[in-house]
């Protein structure tokens, strides 16, 4: 269950992944196409404006050459009659030989004086009548220099524009010379002049807002109005008004202004918008296909390179489930050299180590087991020598009571003897024979204290085998708790390894998470490892005191065995004194038998030695009565110890028990 939960969560970061990393590549192209679409936009509509500036400027400057032109040609006629100072035939004459040299002004040269007298070629058709009054007329009469005036509409009803100035021929009336120039002409250089593709042009007079020249020749000698119907001429018309000719918007074209030099004129050009963003509008829409094939195409390489960068956190992941399981039996592959590699070798240090650190405590559960079994062991022996003690102390203390008894006895029998002289050699035998069975008793006292000194010494030197064997169980539990410690420490390092991991999946945002889970699950098997070191560390410290209560008891046995030697060595000198009154009470009394006549001296001496006897039966008895309850203080100790062996065996198996729990 745990498995397949782990494997949809895997499943899930690819999955989150992709629906973090592909929306915000769709954007990011999303963004690119608009930004694109916006630059482009830019980009060409500053492209078209100065396309259309440049267009403009080509056909002012073609019609301000084509004026030029023209102007040049009238004005070096106009110097040449001012050179020459023509009478009537000659100027007639020149008149004429200009006519048709220039075909942009098909009826010539022509004056006017201000007699009203009139000179023009002969085959020109012009109507002079009244010239005074026409518009060429006054407006020469303003300059010295020919120059072009309004456009005005002649006596044939044809547009033109007439180049005027005053003529000094050296005569007394005031004279005008001219030339008409059809705007037929200039219409053609203004329609079929532009430059730009799709863009159209017009020419105004900005005197009186008449059009000049149109693509539509319906509107030609129209006035412009602001309140036209039409947006662009009444855009156009608010524009001149205001004597504003900066390139602008109106309506759904883009228009630009040009000034004629030397004219009036107004060149407007322009162009729909729609026109200029198709090219636009096409790259959008190869931009957006481009975008959507390319997130496709990313989002297949996000695909796969999210498979490849997760299977082996994958992979990790079901590891660290295994170890999280207790098994320690895996080995992590880290094939890439990134993070995840680091971390899959981080987790193989840590698997070695954890391998190494169970091997360890379950070797030394198995040394504690083993020891506690040889603890248990010895407590046994120990009890058993103890209780032997026990029972020979309590034969020692009744064989001192019967010595106690025999020397009271002998002390009166001593006194009998001494006031009862008469009865001695009657009673000599049986005194005799009472000191005999005395010397036998005491013999065997001697003995029975010899074998009670032996059995301390086993039981010191059990002790000291006790006490060597509590101490390697203790230094054993004293390395248990340092590799224990080593356990916490190896614990706060994962920890903390996983604490460095989910930083870093914090910095990495979204793109971080899957690292985030893998740390998370790390963190909660180093708690988990750091709760069994704890535990594994408080049953230690449960061993570690119960082992100095074994070693404290275990002195105090040492301490009670030693106390008992020295009282038993003490009893054995006093039986070793014993016997040796006894056998010289033994040897008086035989002498005694054989010299009754000193049997005064010899009675006074055995009171005085039986009383000495009895005296020290009293403290040997009270010596034995020490001795048996010391002997039974050992026993109870022994007891504990056998106690104390049984817990340390359960502990060890409560040990072992845990490293069973990990696979290695």
Do not use: C
Not at 182 to 196: H, P, T, Y
């Amino acid at each position: 269950m745990d498995t397949k939960t782990k494997k949809e969560k895997t499943g899930k970061v690819r999955n989150k992944l992709l629906l973090s990393i592909v929306p915000s590549v769709t954007i990011t192209i999303i963004v690119l196409i608009a930004v694109t679409t916006v630059l482009s936009r830019s980009n060409m509509i500053t492209s078209a404006k100065n396309e259309l500036s440049s267009s403009l400027k080509n056909q002012s400057d073609n019609i301000e050459s084509w004026l030029a032109e023209n102007l040049q040609f009238f004005s070096t006629a106009k110097t040449t009659i001012e050179a020459t100072q023509p009478n009537d035939q000659e100027l007639q004459t020149m008149l004429d030989g200009w006519y048709g040299v220039n075909s942009n002004s098909s009826n010539g040269l022509y004056i006017a004086s201000s007699s009203g007298q009139t000179f023009k070629a002969s085959e020109a058709d012009l109507d002079l009548s009244d010239p005074t009054s026409q518009t060429w007329y006054k407006e020469g009469l303003t300059r010295v220099n020919m120059a072009y005036g309004s456009a005005y509409k002649n006596a044939e009803g044809e547009n033109v524009i007439s180049a005027s100035g005053i003529l000094n021929d050296g005569g007394d009336d005031i004279k005008v010379i001219s030339a008409d120039v059809s705007l037929d002409k200039i219409s053609i250089i203004v329609n079929s002049g532009v430059k730009m593709k799709n863009a159209s042009s017009f020419l105004v007079d900005r005197t009186d807002n008449t059009i000049l020249a149109h693509r539509d020749f319906s509107l030609v000698s129209s006035t412009l109005s602001t309140s036209s119907s039409d947006k662009l001429l009444a855009g156009v018309a608010e524009k001149i008004a205001d004597e504003d000719y900066s390139e602008t918007t109106i309506g759904d074209y883009m228009v630009d202004f040009k000034e004629i030099s030397d004219t009036t004129w107004i060149l407007v050009s322009y162009i729909e918008t729609d026109v200029i963003l198709a090219d636009v509008n096409r790259i959008v829409n190869i931009s957006i296909l481009i975008g959507l094939i390319s997130v496709i195409l990313i989002s297949a390489i996000i695909l796969l390179t999210i498979n490849r960068t997760v299977a082996p956190l994958s992979d990790i992941s079901k590891d660290i489930i295994a170890m999280s399981g207790g098994d320690f039996t895996i080995d992590v592959e880290a094939k890439s050299n990134d993070e995840i590699g680091l971390m899959g070798d981080q987790i193989n240090e840590f698997i070695e180590s954890m391998r190494k650190m169970l091997h360890t405590i379950s070797d030394e559960a198995d040394d504690l087991k083993q020891q506690s079994d040889n603890s248990d062991t010895v407590a046994k022996n120990m009890y058993d020598a103890s209780e032997a003690q026990s029972e020979a102390m309590k034969q020692l203390n009744q064989t001192v009571d019967q010595l106690a008894s025999a020397v009271n006895e002998i002390a009166q029998n001593a006194t009998t003897l001494a006031t009862v002289v008469a009865d001695t050699r009657d009673n000599s035998h049986k005194a005799e024979s009472s000191m005999n069975e005395t010397v036998e008793i005491s013999r065997k006292g001697r003995s029975d204290m010899e074998q009670l000194n032996s059995a301390m010494s086993g039981m010191s030197d059990s002790n000291a085998r006790l006490m060597e064997s509590v101490s390697k169980v203790d230094t054993a539990s004293n390395e248990i708790t340092n590799i224990v410690s080593l356990i916490g420490e190896i614990a706060e390092e994962t920890n903390l390894l996983s604490l460095n991991a989910s930083i870093e999946a914090a910095r990495a945002g979204e793109a971080g998470k899957g690292f985030a889970v893998v740390a998370m699950e790390i963190a909660k098997l180093a708690q988990t490892s750091a709760q069994s070191a704890t535990n594994i560390g408080n049953l230690i410290g449960e061993v570690h005191n119960l082992i100095q209560e074994v070693v404290g008891q275990a002195n105090e046995s040492a301490a009670s065995i030693e106390q008992n030697g020295a009282l038993i060595e003490t009893a054995v000198e006093t039986f070793d004194k014993i016997y040796d009154n006894i056998q010289a009470s033994n040897d008086l009394i035989k002498d005694m038998i054989n010299d009754v006549e000193k049997v005064d001296d010899v009675a006074t001496n055995v009171a005085a030695i039986a009383q000495e006897q009895a005296a020290s039966a009293d403290e040997i008895l009270a010596t034995s009565q020490n001795m048996v309850e010391q002997a039974d203080n050992i026993t109870r100790s022994s007891q504990d110890v056998a106690d104390n062996s049984h817990k340390l065996a359960g502990t060890s198996d409560t040990l072992t028990s845990y490293v069973q729990q990990f696979k290695i």
